[in-house]
């Protein structure tokens, strides 16, 4: 009887988590202009700095000790598209061509970087505070461009 209990919450607490996770990116999904937070924790749960049940405010300081961002900021700070691309850009740590290199640390070059591979459209705007739809969009062609991620339609 002890190990049907054990097994029951054992399922209960597994499923907290997810259910934790699905939660955030739903909430991200009905946002209209994403937070830095809500980047952040993208990034960090990716590289697993932090669990999926973690604050936006420890994604950003997990993110600001491991050097990704210059400094802590208010997690419901509006970020733009290039704010974006360079967060992205270390999540997947992308070489990029001679300027990406150089100014590693200058958003502005990891947008152009994005964009010359194919993963943001020529008219995208760098100052753009894009949706969480969009987000969503761009870390999915980010995880297929640089990640493990393989789209398949069978």
Same mark, same amino acid.
């Given at each position: %009887?002890?190990? *049907?209990? =054990? ?5 209960f607490i597994?499923?907290?988590?997810h259910a934790?996770?699905?939660? !955030? @990116? =739903? ?5 209209? /202009?994403?937070?830095?937070?809500? *980047?952040?924790?993208?990034?960090? *749960?990716?590289?697993?700095? !932090? ?8 994604? &950003?300081?997990?993110? #600001?000790?491991?050097? /990704? @961002? ?15 691309? $360079?967060? $992205? ?9 001679? $300027? #990406?290199? @150089? $100014? ?14 194919? !993963? ?9 505070? &894009?949706?969480?739809?969009?987000? %969503? +969009? ?9 990640? +493990? ?6």
């Amino acid at each position: %009887m002890k190990k *049907v209990y =054990t097994l029951f919450f054992v399922l209960f607490i597994c499923f907290s988590l997810h259910a934790q996770s699905s939660k !955030v @990116i =739903t909430e991200i999904l009905d946002t209209t /202009q994403v937070s830095l937070g809500q *980047v952040c924790y993208l990034s960090a *749960v990716q590289q697993g700095l !932090v669990q999926e049940d973690a604050s936006y405010t420890q994604c &950003i300081n997990a993110l #600001y000790q491991k050097g /990704q @961002i210059p400094v802590p900021s208010y997690e419901a700070s509006l970020v733009p598209l290039a704010n974006i691309t $360079f967060i $992205f850009a270390q999540l997947w740590d992308i070489q990029g061509g001679l $300027f #990406y290199r @150089i $100014f590693h640390g200058a958003p502005r070059y990891a947008y152009k970087q994005l964009k010359a591979d194919g !993963v943001l459209p020529e008219n995208s705007d760098p100052g753009k505070i &894009i949706s969480g739809q969009e987000l %969503m +969009n761009l870390y999915t062609s980010c995880s297929i461009k640089y990640g +493990n991620m393989e789209l398949s339609i069978d």
